[in-house]
Nanobody
Framework: VQLQASGGGLVQTGGSRRLSCAVSGTILSINTMGWYRRAPGKQRELVADISSGGNTDYANVVKGRFTISRDNVKDTVYLQMNSLKPEDTAVYYC???????????WGQGTQVTVSS
């Protein structure tokens, strides 16, 4: 199983960015898909996740600005980030939980830098 994250880059304060994470390989079922981030000097934290049924959960600091979605045909999870702030600067990682044994798999991370 491989996760390929993309969409990171440099964006100005107030701007938008869309991250994508495509899952490939032998996949029987995808349970929860999510995005985490690690800012410089901080621990990795949950940004948002989405269940197989479409239920979503967001960190308080991104509610109303970020939207997570998934395409179950393409096995891809997205994170639409709007009204970006410098404190959103971080490496963003996607994570998926697969199969009946609920194994977690992580993507390689994509850097998002928000300039002030």
């Amino acid at each position: 199983v491989q996760l390929q994250a993309s969409g990171g880059g440099l964006v100005q304060t107030g701007g938008s960015r869309r991250l994508s994470c495509a899952v490939s390989g032998t996949i029987l079922s995808i349970n929860t898909m999510g995005w985490y981030r690690r800012a410089p000097g901080k621990q990795r934290e949950l940004v948002a996740d989405i269940s197989s049924g479409g239920n979503t959960d967001y960190a308080n600091v991104v509610k109303g600005r970020f939207t997570i979605s998934r395409d179950n045909v393409k096995d891809t999870v997205y994170l639409q980030m709007n009204s970006l702030k410098p404190e959103d600067t971080a490496v963003y990682y996607c994570k998926v939980n697969l199969g009946v044994y609920a194994h977690d798999y992580w993507g390689q991370g994509t850097q998002v830098t928000v300039s002030s």
